[in-house]
């Protein structure tokens, strides 16, 4: 089945670390997002891309940056990680207005 | 600036009951309002979706009720089932032929008690 996949799903870390979030999909979709998701806060968009040249800042983009490396791959890094960004990540993508979301990365920053 | 709002924050319902939960907005420019449904553990998932030319939209026991003029719309699950459990989420798309975006509520985590 054509999906959405994130890599890792779990990653601890401590603060001033640099750390990747991978995300690929089998969709053939052009539109890749990344989403953090915080108890009572919903999902706030953090970057987004419509193609491997577009890239975009979301709501929340601070402390944050990625890279389109294919139109299949959309990767969100954080430079120097530090407490407030513990959250569970979501990349999705989109076609014809629909989200599809990928199983989402618990991120914990010590 | 929350530009879609959502409430409540929670809540619990028996099984068999109706559950309603509620979104307002600002922006006119919307066009397109889905509602994402996320299991624990798993992404959210589109459920319904509704566009401002209809006030209603029903697909099994799940349905969209839109008012156009109070710039509300709201979920109602019939017959609500503990399977429903989950946090629901209401969206907001603009119109026009570039903003491919979802503006989304804070999410409501439904229980639904046996």
């Known amino acids: 089945d054509a999906d959405v996949t994130q890599t890792p799903r779990n990653r601890i870390t401590k603060t001033g670390k640099r750390i990747m979030l991978e995300c690929s999909q089998t969709?053939?979709?052009?539109?890749m997002y990344w989403y953090r998701q915080d108890p009572g806060l919903g999902l706030r968009l953090i970057y987004y891309?419509?193609?491997?040249?577009?890239?975009n800042k979301g709501e929340i983009s601070d402390g944050y940056s990625v890279s389109r490396q294919a139109q299949a791959k959309f990767s969100l890094s954080l430079e120097s990680a530090i407490p407030n960004q513990t959250a569970l990540y979501f990349c999705?993508?989109?076609?014809?207005?629909?989200?599809?979301f990928g199983p989402g990365t618990r991120l914990t920053v010590l | 600036q929350q530009q879609v709002k959502q409430s409540p924050q929670s809540l619990i319902v028996q099984k068999g009951g109706i559950s309603i939960i509620n979104c307002a907005y600002e922006?006119?420019?919307?066009?397109?309002f889905p509602w994402y449904q996320q299991f624990p553990g798993k992404g959210p998932a589109l459920l319904i979706a509704?566009?401002?030319?209809?006030s209603e939209k029903k697909e099994g026991r799940f349905t969209i009720s839109f008012n156009k003029s109070a710039k509300q719309f709201s979920l109602h699950i019939m017959d609500s089932q503990p399977g429903d459990s989950a946090t629901y989420f209401c969206?907001?798309?603009?119109?026009?032929?570039?903003?491919?975006?979802?503006?989304f509520g804070k999410g409501t985590l439904l229980t639904v008690n046996p």
């Open positions: 999705a993508t989109m076609h014809a207005n629909e989200q599809f």
């Open positions: 969709k053939g979709h052009d539109r």
């Open positions: 891309s419509f193609d491997v040249k577009d890239i």
């Open positions: 922006n006119t420019a919307f066009d397109y």
């Open positions: 509704i566009r401002p030319d209809v």
């Open positions: 969206a907001a798309k603009y119109s026009g032929g570039s903003n491919y975006k979802l503006t």
